[in-house]
């Protein structure tokens, strides 16, 4: 239960404008008891989680439901959903909620676990400017996949487009990087323990499935040397004659990551 102090705490900019009171507080602990009693752990509810993944990949760890349409055994979800507001409506939770895109899926899905959620609704001053208050409830989660045990999924990879300009100065082009030419593309696929994956529909593009990454900048020389990993070389800048510089790799294979620590003079 909410005391006004905790919730204080997830609405700070609301208290500062209109001051949080004790009818906040009421209204925020009366929704978390209407959400959290009821749950159900055989059937979907409005509000509850699904960890969607489409049968292109795209892996969702928070899609929002909106709706449920029992006859049509159907739901309705926001994959990347804002805070949902919510509202009551012949005893039945309702929310309206900002975000995308949005996918109908069937009714029956795997339980997996609970999860804290945020939700929103108006404070004491009614619909007005920052007027909403934030509270959170544990709700079920569910997880579907359009297609089961896909060999790629963005829950463990990144998903790169990479588009193919044989006339440019860069061959291979995407959001994530471009590159000059086949054996620097195909350095960087080695580096990345990327898998290609052909279009089915256009031979001038496809996607690559590489590790996820990230990029850890040594403060010190003696830490860099310290760390054990595969020494490589990466760009700086694009610059191909003055930007080579030194790296280390670091794999993790069971969960598809691989670090790349920099030593200093190469930030």
């Known amino acids: 239960m909410y005391t006004l102090e905790k919730l204080r705490e997830l609405n700070k900019s ?10 906040d507080v009421e209204k925020a602990n009366s929704w978390v008891k209407k959400i959290e009693g009821s749950r159900n752990k055989n ?6 989680i699904v960890e969607y993944t489409t049968k292109n990949g795209d892996y969702y760890k928070n899609a929002h439901i909106e709706n449920i349409y029992v006859k049509d055994k159907k739901i309705y979800i926001c994959e990347e959903p804002y805070v949902p507001f919510l509202c009551s409506a012949f005893n039945e939770i309702n929310t309206s909620t900002s975000g995308g895109a949005w996918a109908y899926i069937p009714t029956k899905l795997k339980l997996i676990g609970e999860r804290e959620k945020s939700f929103r609704d108006w404070g004491h001053c009614g619909g007005c400017g920052n007027g909403a208050i934030t509270f959170k409830a544990i709700v079920n989660v569910w997880k579907y ?19 193919i300009n044989p ?18 593309f195909s350095a960087w696929i080695q580096a990345y323990k990327g898998n290609i994956e052909k279009s089915k529909f256009n031979d ?5 499935w590489i590790y996820k990454s990230e990029k850890v900048y040594c403060e ?8 054990e990993g595969i020494k490589d070389t990466l760009y700086c800048n694009g610059n191909l004659k003055y930007g080579l510089r030194e790296c280390k790799r670091v794999y993790d294979d069971k969960n598809k990551k691989m670090v790349t ?6 930030q």
């Open 220 to 227: 010190t020389k003696e830490e860099y040397e310290k760390i």
């Open 261 to 266: 620590y920099i030593p200093l003079s190469i």
């Open 14 to 23: 609301y208290d500062y404008e209109h001051t949080l009171n004790e009818s």
């Open 43 to 48: 059937f979907p509810q409005v509000g509850d």
């Open 204 to 208: 001038k593009c496809f996607t690559v």
């Open 145 to 163: 996949e359009e297609i089961p045990n896909l060999k790629y999924t963005t829950e463990y990879y990144d998903k790169i487009y990479i588009t």
């Open 167 to 184: 006339e440019d100065d860069y061959k291979y082009t995407s959001r994530y990087g471009a590159w000059k030419n086949d054996e620097i």
